[in-house]
């Protein structure tokens, strides 16, 4: 019997520090190091393995190699000393950077971009899922197409317009744009599906939260913890693609409607973001956002922001937010001071053992009751069908049946 075995691709991590930045009226410290060992998580989950990393420090990228000619024949040393079969870039390579480096090197040339949509590819299971993905990869292949743009056209009457006809990149950039074209029609389908689907929600007047936050902070198992749902959970970068909405009893007679959101990355390539806006836009629609960070990561504070930010992109705005710093069983969060400026409330848990749980719940139904008015009222029997209406819209609380009618005590909405 034959075994056939996958070759496991070798690669080196080459990333350009420009030093402290200045952005958005504050000095970011330089983050290169951290995001190069994030960028090795993304190319194990990819199936990779790395086996080096080089950082040059400069005050600009090159234009033409990314890195500058000097470290470009250090890399290729290495390379050679390695036992590497390819390169990935920590920033989105030009088509120029691309094609000069594969040419100095020899090797299999990627970029942070190509890594992620290549884990998105893999874990893409849903017709939605593949849709999104396949739509960010064409976006980013046309992107990347060159060539000589006009003058390869194809050939029209008159003269001086007589050739060879089309040219391939020509072709290539119409089938490109004739797939997006035809993908985004798909994906338009499934948005209204998605949109009946929401309508249908919001008419059953269940109040509904959003669960965001970086990759592999815990979202779904948060969600399970939560609902007792049987989601996938694995201890790797972009586990679940899909939103992924459940119910959750609050107790009290309250529920609520969890959805788990794909997670958010360093340096999310936009064709990614522009891909699965429709499903990322479950966050705007819902009441609550459950914003979940993983307080053991020393780096918590610039995911935290990654999320805000990417939020912002979406328009994601005027939202009452809860941060749950996950992973607080964890011994180094013991002495932590954890507090998030941009949320409403935060509390410490973890969704593995399932400490926070219960607080997470009672602060959800503080706040939906908040958005509600109290009311006490005596309905007469034959206005039965009214107590229905609010427990089929608010939160009874009691409901007691008198001689001189029903009394109830209940949360209705505003």
Do not use: W
């Amino acid at each position: 019997m034959i075994e056939i075995k996958e070759e496991i691709e070798r690669f080196i991590l080459i990333g350009v520090s420009l030093g402290d930045t200045y952005k958005n009226g504050k000095i970011q410290a330089d983050d290169t190091e951290d995001s190069l060992n994030e960028l090795k998580e993304l190319v194990q989950t990819a199936g990779g393995e790395t086996v080096g990393i080089l950082i040059q420090n400069r005050e600009a990228v090159d234009k033409a190699t990314y890195f500058g000619k000097g470290k470009v024949e250090e890399l290729k040393a290495m390379a050679a000393e390695l036992g590497a079969t390819g390169i990935v870039s920590d920033d989105e390579l030009t088509p120029a950077q691309l094609d000069n480096l594969e040419n100095a090197l020899d090797l299999k040339i990627c970029d942070r971009t190509q890594i992620i949509l290549e884990i998105f590819a893999r874990h893409a299971f849903t017709r939605e899922g593949k849709i999104q993905v396949e739509l960010a990869q064409l976006k980013y292949r046309q992107s990347h197409l060159v060539g000589l743009g006009r003058s390869l056209s194809r050939q029209g009457g008159g003269i001086g317009t007589r050739g060879p006809g089309e040219k391939k990149l020509e072709t290539d950039r119409r089938l490109i744009r004739d797939r997006i074209s035809e993908l985004n029609n798909e994906l338009d389908n499934v948005v209204r599906t998605r949109d009946v689907t929401r309508a249908q929600r919001a008419k059953a007047n269940i109040p509904s939260a959003a669960i965001v936050g970086y990759t592999n902070a815990g979202k779904s198992t948060l969600l399970n913890k939560a609902t007792g749902a049987s989601e996938l959970e694995a201890d790797m970068l972009f586990a679940t693609l899909d939103p992924v909405v459940r119910e959750l009893d609050l107790g009290t007679g309250q529920k609520v409607l969890m959805t788990d959101t794909v997670g958010f990355v360093r340096k999310l390539p936009h064709h990614l973001v522009d891909a699965f806006r429709s499903t990322l836009e479950e966050a705007k629609y819902s009441d609550i956002i459950v914003h979940v960070v993983d307080a053991s990561n020393p780096d918590r504070e610039t995911q935290a922001e990654v999320t805000y930010e990417t939020l912002d992109k979406l328009g994601i705005k005027g939202k009452t937010f809860i941060t749950f710093f996950n992973k607080c069983d964890k011994p180094e969060t013991a002495d932590e001071t954890l507090r998030d400026l941009r949320a409403d409330y935060v509390i410490r848990g973890s969704a593995k053992t399932g400490e926070g749980i219960e607080e997470l719940k009672a602060l959800l139904d503080k706040i939906i009751r908040e958005k509600r008015e109290y009311i006490e009222k005596v309905f007469a029997f034959s206005e039965a069908g009214e107590i229905q209406k609010i427990r089929r819209n608010g939160q009874i609380i009691s409901e007691e049946y008198m001689e001189d009618g029903i009394h109830v005590k209940a949360y209705v909405d505003r």
